[in-house]
């Protein structure tokens, strides 16, 4: 199981940090990225982190704005998201890949195994 969570309302240019927690004890073993999905969109990755936190992966329009980075003592993965802007107002969900590596799974949402429930980010102008 996931549980995500630290979604909230920011205004424009602020920061959130997102956790997700799992109860897997095996966690180390996989891949972990984040996604989100705004109203009458797909869902799309955000961040992904390999098993050992070393390998990450950025989609193009965080633009060096967000972190993501895990702590496989915790169990837990964070997207560190600062200069909030409008357009990133979304769910955002965490998830965990079984049968592929971070670059293998090509960020595709379709080989995500595990989800956690998602948490509303909201970013006012």
């Known amino acids: 199981q996931l549980q995500a969570s630290g979604g909230g309302l920011v205004q424009a240019g602020g920061s959130l940090r997102l956790s997700c927690a799992a109860s897997?004890?095996?966690?180390?073993?996989?891949?972990m990225a984040w996604f989100r999905q705004a109203p009458g969109k797909e869902r799309e990755v955000v961040a992904g982190?390999?098993?050992?936190?070393?390998?990450?992966y950025y989609a193009d329009f965080v633009q060096g704005r967000f972190t993501i980075e895990r702590d496989n003592t915790k169990n837990t993965v964070y997207l560190q998201m600062n200069s909030l802007k409008p357009e990133d107002t979304a769910v955002y969900y965490c998830?965990?890949?079984?049968?592929?590596?971070?670059?293998?799974?090509?960020?595709?949402?379709?080989?995500?195994?595990?989800w956690g429930q998602g948490t509303q980010v909201t970013v006012s102008s």
């Open positions: 897997a004890r095996t966690f180390g073993d996989y891949a």
């Open positions: 998830a965990l890949v079984k049968s592929y590596s971070l670059y293998c799974s090509n960020y595709d949402p379709e080989n995500y195994d595990y």
């Open positions: 982190v390999g098993r050992s936190g070393a390998t990450t």
